[in-house]
């Protein structure tokens, strides 16, 4: 599936040289890089606006930790950059990508919460006037397993991990806070505990582009690392949003928001209502991989990540 996927990654530079753009970027010199090797090949999917789609695969040297969307924003005096992968290298590849689009500064790496795919590419940023913005929950979060992701990476990436380090944020947001790119406003905001205890979106005004992090999961099957309850009960008010277009953690560049997010309800409410059904009847936890099953066919990556989704969501619901 992550092969077939990355053939429907397209990078849209020739929007530079049609003019529309505004102004936005540069004209590309040559054709876009695939994942393997060199710059990210990345969508423009609004006005100053684009989108590495990431394919669904798990971490591995051959796609250098590159497996989480990671967007680029360009205003008239800066830019921002939305994730950074899993590694180094994968923050390297994203940089690289940026390059072939502006000349702008990037002057903030937004990270939508502290999962390693999409913070530990944050150092290939780090430099004079970078800010890393994230969640004020964020640096806890992300201290606390940094060990266990950097282990991660050196198991899983060997080579290809080397200079993989934890930049942490030094901007946070609790509640909402506007990032101006010159001309271009960008509105973050800090959730409740959902898909962990530190999410952040960041609405782009200027083309009504959210950037939703891994609250939303299209194609690929939710991750749990935080509260089902919560994450369900957040679904309900996010969904009220009006916005042209949102971009998901994992999954197309862009979607219709919210038509996009049914699946992934659809699948958090299976899986509450299977754990449930199990603690009711009295099964242990052990139980619990069992859930969500009739959703298998529906997601990508589902072997690999539903039972720890139900062991968690157990753990949570024994209690209520």
């Known amino acids: 599936m992550g092969a ?13 040289a049609a003019g529309l753009t505004g102004g936005f970027v540069k004209k590309a010199s040559s054709s876009p890089a695939s994942p393997a090797g060199g710059a990210l090949a990345l969508e423009n999917v609004a006005e100053g606006v684009f989108v590495y789609r990431a394919p669904y ?16 924003i360009i205003g008239a005096e800066s830019a921002a950059v939305i994730d950074t992968g899993n590694s180094r290298l994968a923050g390297e590849k994203m940089l690289a990508a940026v390059r072939g689009v ?8 937004i990270n939508t919460h502290m999962h390693p795919d999409h913070s530990l590419g944050n150092a290939a940023f780090s430099g004079d006037g970078v800010r890393f913005v994230a969640h004020h929950k964020m640096p806890r979060a ?13 198991r899983m990436l060997g080579p290809v ?19 101006d790119l010159g001309g271009r ?40 690392d935080g509260s089902i309850q919560g994450w369900l009960t957040l679904l309900d008010a996010l969904v009220r949003q009006d916005v042209a277009r949102a971009v998901p ?9 919210p038509l996009a997010s049914a699946a992934e309800r659809r699948y958090l409410d299976r899986l509450r209502t299977d754990v449930r059904a199990l603690i009711a009847a009295g099964k242990p936890m052990s139980a619990a991989p069992g859930a969500a099953i009739t ?6 990556l589902f072997g690999e990540f539903n039972a720890r989704n139900a062991i968690a969501a157990y753990h949570e619901l024994e209690w209520e």
Do not use: C, K
Request: glycine letters at 8%; a negative charge; zero cysteines.
């Open 4 to 16: 077939a996927l990355d053939r429907r990654q397209v990078i849209v530079l020739a929007a530079a």
């Open 57 to 72: 695969e798990l971490l591995a040297p051959e796609n250098a930790g590159a497996i989480a969307n990671m967007s680029l």
């Open 102 to 109: 502006t000349d702008r500064p990037v002057r903030y790496v």
């Open 142 to 154: 992300l201290s606390v397993r940094s060990d266990t992701y950097l282990a991660q990476v050196e």
């Open 161 to 179: 991990g080397e200079g993989t380090t934890i930049v942490l944020p030094d901007l946070l947001v609790d509640g909402t806070m506007p990032l």
């Open 185 to 224: 406003v960008l509105t973050l905001q800090s959730h409740p505990t959902a898909h962990t205890d530190n999410d952040l979106t960041v609405l782009d005004n200027a083309t009504g582009t959210w950037f939703l992090g891994d609250l939303l999961f299209v194609g690929h099957v939710p991750t749990l």
């Open 249 to 257: 953690g994992h999954g197309p560049a862009s979607v219709q928001w």
């Open 295 to 300: 959703e298998r066919d529906d997601w990508a």
